[in-house]
């Protein structure tokens, strides 16, 4: 499985973004997403994911409300929108698949994942 992640980029605090994973392959709907973070000097964490069916998601509590994130299977594409951005927001995103996971399941935990894409830079300006 191959990801790889665009719509990154610079912009001002309170502005917003929508950043794009597509993955390679003709099984993606039965692949759980998510999304992780990494910030200079610190380690990766978790932001959303969403379940094979998009019916389930979760969120970390620090962009709970502020971003969203969902899943188009025809396009093989799962998306986060990014709103009210904050400079603490900066960061290299990345997505990441599980293979095997329940249909309605979400998988929060990073060993979890099974294929990370190279990851897109989010930086938020004050």
């Known amino acids: 499985v191959q990801l790889v992640e665009s719509g990154g980029g610079l912009v001002q605090a309170g502005g917003s973004l929508r950043l794009s994973c597509v993955a390679s392959?003709?099984?993606?709907?039965?692949?759980?997403v998510g999304w992780f973070r990494q910030a200079p000097g610190k380690r990766r964490e978790f932001v959303a994911a969403?379940?094979?069916?998009?019916?389930?998601?979760s969120y970390a509590d620090s962009v709970k409300g502020r971003f969203t994130i969902s899943r188009d299977n025809a396009k093989n594409t799962v998306y986060l929108q990014l709103n009210s951005l904050k400079p603490e927001d900066t960061a290299v995103y990345y997505c990441?698949?599980?293979?095997?996971?329940?249909?309605?399941?979400?998988?929060?935990?990073?060993?979890?994942?099974?294929?990370w894409g190279q990851g897109t830079q989010v930086t938020v300006s004050s």
């Open positions: 969403i379940s094979r069916s998009g019916g389930s998601t």
């Open positions: 990441a698949v599980v293979v095997t996971v329940p249909y309605t399941m979400v998988v929060v935990t990073e060993i979890r994942y099974d294929y």
């Open positions: 392959g003709r099984t993606f709907s039965s692949y759980a």
